[in-house]
């Protein structure tokens, strides 16, 4: 059995972009591991496509990367990973973050793209050609290239997912028994941590107001987020904000029909689960790049932006003092794309 190493280092929505690749390579008879961070660990532990994971820390490099006991922290898992003699290491991260990991890793093949960032490229034995084909910005599909340089090939993206932990099985259905079974129902994730990936405030109440009597609302996100799901009045609906960690918004996601949101990780997770329709609602952010896609059915999901001259900027700050990308797209736009699945 090849044993392939995965590097995806960043947030949650990152490591699910892989998950594609790990079941691609787990089907064909590889054994697949992993290094993760914190906010990635959660889909790839007891992930039926993995073997085994190695946690690297990042929240600890935050403001500390000096300190000692960092680079002690680090070194120690870095042993560990070495100790794997490795068929394959794959770089989906492609960054600073997993700079240091790639290059210092044992692996016979060690692929990245050629047009990776941060020196990431540092390592690696084979540069994929950037000019991938068929053509395409996507990040799942850029990572499933990967395939191509060890001879595989996929028909479909299919997500391999952890087990539903039975406990929020049983919290949920409590819930939802409460909701109006004539009626569809749609998780609103209007919250992001970076402001302006949030679809403006003024839109959402307009949003809700229009919907409010045909869906059962059910608004979740973080605890930073129960502000602003105040300012757009999510909380006279079903509010989960601050009450759903990854795992349980996980089975929340699965008993809805459509899940509305601006926040690519909210996205990502509705899309690993396949059942619901998203409505992605791309501000700053790349619709191609990051809205979710599927080979069967080209109208499950919708990747709304509003084609402005600035967008996408992928900036964490807006220059432009009235951010006009969080205006769009316009409600109109939304409640099209709602009556397209009717």
């Given at each position: 059995m090849q044993k392939v190493l995965i590097i995806s280092l960043g947030n949650i929505a990152n490591t699910i972009y892989t998950l594609p690749l790990a079941g691609v390579l787990k089907g064909n008879g590889y054994r697949v591991d992993y290094v993760v961070s914190e906010k990635g660990f959660s889909v790839i532990n007891k992930n039926p496509a993995v073997s085994r994971v190695f946690l690297m820390s990042m929240e600890r490099w935050t403001g500390k990367w000096t300190n000692t006991d960092t680079w002690e922290a680090f070194f120690k898992q870095i042993d560990r990973v070495k100790m794997v003699d490795y068929d394959v290491v794959i770089d989906c991260q492609r960054d600073i973050r997993s700079l240091l990991t790639f290059a210092m890793c044992s692996g016979k093949r060690k692929l990245t793209y050629s047009d990776a960032k941060s020196f990431s490229g540092i390592g690696a034995s084979e540069l994929v050609d950037s000019k991938y084909h068929p053509p395409?910005?996507?990040?799942?599909?850029?990572?499933?290239?990967?395939?191509?340089?060890?001879?595989?090939?996929?028909?479909d993206i299919i997500f391999p997912m952890p087990d539903i932990d039975y406990t929020y099985t049983l919290r949920h259905d409590k819930t939802f028994e409460l909701l109006d079974k004539d009626k569809k129902t749609v998780i609103i994730a209007a919250g992001a941590r970076n402001e302006n990936k949030r679809w403006s405030a003024v839109n959402w109440k307009t949003l809700i107001d229009r919907i409010k009597n045909?869906?059962?609302?059910?608004?979740?996100?973080?605890?930073m987020d129960k502000p602003f799901?105040?300012?757009?009045?999510?909380?006279?609906?079903?509010n989960l904000a601050g009450e759903t960690r990854v795992e349980s918004f996980i089975d929340v996601v699965r008993r809805a029909d459509i899940v509305i949101t601006g926040d690519t990780e909210a996205a990502a997770i509705a899309w690993a689960m396949k059942?619901?329709?998203?409505?992605?609602?791309?501000?700053?952010?790349?619709?191609?790049?990051?809205?979710?896609?599927d080979y069967n059915d080209k109208e499950k999901y919708k990747s709304l932006y509003g084609k402005i001259s600035c967008q996408p900027c992928e900036?964490?700050?807006?220059?432009?003092v009235e951010a006009?990308?969080?205006?769009?797209?316009?409600?109109d736009d939304v409640e099209r794309a709602l009556k397209s699945w009717e």
């Amino acid at each position: 059995m090849q044993k392939v190493l995965i590097i995806s280092l960043g947030n949650i929505a990152n490591t699910i972009y892989t998950l594609p690749l790990a079941g691609v390579l787990k089907g064909n008879g590889y054994r697949v591991d992993y290094v993760v961070s914190e906010k990635g660990f959660s889909v790839i532990n007891k992930n039926p496509a993995v073997s085994r994971v190695f946690l690297m820390s990042m929240e600890r490099w935050t403001g500390k990367w000096t300190n000692t006991d960092t680079w002690e922290a680090f070194f120690k898992q870095i042993d560990r990973v070495k100790m794997v003699d490795y068929d394959v290491v794959i770089d989906c991260q492609r960054d600073i973050r997993s700079l240091l990991t790639f290059a210092m890793c044992s692996g016979k093949r060690k692929l990245t793209y050629s047009d990776a960032k941060s020196f990431s490229g540092i390592g690696a034995s084979e540069l994929v050609d950037s000019k991938y084909h068929p053509p395409t910005q996507n990040i799942v599909e850029r990572n499933l290239n990967f395939l191509k340089s060890l001879k595989l090939d996929f028909n479909d993206i299919i997500f391999p997912m952890p087990d539903i932990d039975y406990t929020y099985t049983l919290r949920h259905d409590k819930t939802f028994e409460l909701l109006d079974k004539d009626k569809k129902t749609v998780i609103i994730a209007a919250g992001a941590r970076n402001e302006n990936k949030r679809w403006s405030a003024v839109n959402w109440k307009t949003l809700i107001d229009r919907i409010k009597n045909k869906y059962n609302l059910i608004f979740t996100g973080s605890i930073m987020d129960k502000p602003f799901i105040k300012e757009i009045g999510g909380e006279a609906y079903l509010n989960l904000a601050g009450e759903t960690r990854v795992e349980s918004f996980i089975d929340v996601v699965r008993r809805a029909d459509i899940v509305i949101t601006g926040d690519t990780e909210a996205a990502a997770i509705a899309w690993a689960m396949k059942k619901p329709h998203i409505i992605t609602l791309f501000t700053c952010t790349d619709p191609e790049k990051y809205g979710p896609i599927d080979y069967n059915d080209k109208e499950k999901y919708k990747s709304l932006y509003g084609k402005i001259s600035c967008q996408p900027c992928e900036n964490g700050v807006c220059m432009d003092v009235e951010a006009k990308c969080r205006k769009f797209p316009t409600v109109d736009d939304v409640e099209r794309a709602l009556k397209s699945w009717e």
